[in-house]
């Protein structure tokens, strides 16, 4: 049922994007791979017994169905005794009512309530994942989804009573570094970051923890300033070392967007193997094309393609297609870099723009009237001294009477507000921000400090950076060849065309 439904979603909407289809599911070959690696890796370690298994944003429900399967054919293949409890939620109230309507038909799941905290529950809740917590305080096993990504939040908010300035006072602990006040919160266009978010809210910190398996488009791995929402929770996932892995899916996978989309491993239970590291995956070469296409999708992950894309993350080893780094390299200082203000006296002033009460022009004008003629003009604080004026005048009347000059005497502890730079320094860098400095910055402002108190740690990945492979350009040897050619085809070809005319 939910697979029929999703065909009558792509037929009507495959004109439509994303944004505007407002019914984003995911292809039946993208959920096997995102089954096949939330549970393979792990099947080994797994012990006998039941594991919840939870959509943030279920849609039809095949997600949870087809997780569920690889549980059954591990029980088949290694006599394993395995049980499993499907939870989800999801916003549309059509593809809600199919993924209850397949799950109680197929048999995937026989009951649709549970008791938490003494308080009788949906499995399958119908609303905002965001602004309606239908599992509050619930912890999952596993959390598999494909959360909407270029889509606002804005009515989440109205939910909650606040307005998109207002979203720094959200409330939800969800959505908090946990005894910080730092937030996960997103920009307003993008919700994909709080569904992550959610997932990681819902981890087990008991036995053995909880493994997210979830899809992202490319700006989940780099939008955000450091210390903002997006950019914190990667900090979190990657500090708290529970980034497994990101593969890079291959483009056309969807049927409503060419976009192209990326599979974030999370785990609080890492293989020692793999503590401290990340491992970056490039399958975006891995995939069958379909013989017509299906909307945007022209191309399928086959058995084959889910087999390889595992065989490179269980390898954990480097290659054309793998990379591993440590956490730290994706991580970076964003230091403020300030200049000293330097002023300088102007000796001719027009009082008339001034903006000064009369009465305070009249004592400006005879402070100023007696200063001694050898004060210099290219120190503020010393010709501020001749002025005897108070300090609140005087530094009321300096934008008036100064301009910026480089060559004279800096303002002690001021910094030139239109200098001021900011610089992302790795936390790789050796000898961190001094060395930075002494290195890339002294060089050219050997005036030049840090702003220590803004000082920020952000994070941010770029699968660009570390699988880019630049285009061959043609030699010089092979273009001269190609024009001597051409020029002696066309030898002649004037003379011929003139000697026509004739």
């Not at 591990?74 to 209850?100: D, V, W, Y």
Request: hydrophobic letters at 35%; glycine letters at 8%.
């Amino acid at each position: 049922m939910g697979t029929l439904f999703e065909e009558l979603l792509r037929k009507f909407n495959e004109d439509y994007s994303v944004t505007e289809a407002g019914e984003h599911y995911t292809p039946r070959d993208y959920v096997a791979l995102l089954a096949d690696l939330a549970v393979l890796p792990v099947a080994d370690q797994l012990k006998n017994g039941t594991y919840d298994i939870y959509d943030g944003a279920c849609g039809t429900g095949g997600i949870l169905s087809i997780v569920q399967e690889r549980f059954a054919e591990i029980t088949n293949e290694k006599g394993r005794r395995f049980k499993t409890s499907l939870f989800g939620q999801e916003l549309q109230p059509e593809t809600f009512a199919t993924c209850k309507a397949d799950l109680m038909l197929s048999g995937n799941s026989t009951t649709f309530s549970y008791i938490h905290n003494g308080v009788v529950r949906d499995r399958f809740a119908n609303g905002s994942t965001i602004s309606e917590n239908g599992h509050p305080g619930r912890k999952f096993d596993f959390c598999i989804s494909n959360p909407p990504f270029g889509t606002p939040w804005k009515a989440d908010l109205e939910k909650w009573g606040l307005k998109p300035i207002e979203k720094k006072n959200i409330q939800d602990p969800r959505f908090y570094w946990p005894d910080s006040d730092k937030s996960f919160i997103p920009d307003i266009g993008d919700p994909q970051m709080l569904f992550l978010a959610n997932n990681v809210s819902r981890m087990k910190t008991e036995g053995q923890g909880t493994r997210i398996v979830e899809i992202h488009n490319g700006s989940s791995l780099f939008t955000g300033n450091a210390g903002g929402g997006e950019s914190n929770l990667r900090r979190y996932i990657i500090e708290n070392d529970m980034l497994e892995a990101i593969i890079a899916v291959p483009l056309n996978m969807f049927y409503n967007t060419g976009i192209g989309t990326f599979v974030w491993i999370v785990t609080n239970r890492k293989e020692e193997r793999r503590r401290g590291k990340v491992q970056l995956i490039d399958a975006t070469s891995i995939s069958t094309p379909l013989r017509k296409n299906l909307g945007n999708k022209n191309c399928e992950i086959d058995e084959e393609g889910r087999k390889a894309i595992l065989q490179l993350l269980t390898d954990f080893r480097e290659t054309e297609q793998c990379r591993i780094f440590d956490n730290r390299e994706f991580g970076y200082w964003q230091i403020t870099v300030q200049r000293p203000l330097r002023l300088r006296v102007l000796t001719d002033i027009n009082w008339d723009e001034v903006g000064l009460k009369e009465a305070e022009k009249v004592e400006c004008k005879a402070a100023i009237e007696n200063v001694p003629a050898d004060t210099p003009l290219d120190d503020w604080e010393g010709y501020a001294c001749q002025l005897k004026l108070k300090k609140t005048l005087a530094k009321k009347l300096r934008p008036f009477v100064t301009v910026t000059a480089p060559s004279a005497k800096a303002v002690e502890g001021e910094a030139d507000p239109k200098l001021k730079d900011t610089e992302q320094v790795p936390l790789l860098y050796p000898g961190g921000i001094d060395v930075f400095m002494q290195n890339e910055v002294l060089p050219y402002a050997p005036d030049a400090y840090v702003d220590e108190d803004a000082t920020v740690v952000g994070y941010e990945l770029s699968f660009t950076k570390y699988f880019y492979k630049p285009v061959q350009l043609r030699s010089i040897a092979d273009i001269k060849a190609d024009i001597r050619a051409i020029e002696k085809n066309t030898d002649g070809l004037l003379e011929e065309i003139l000697s026509d005319r004739g």
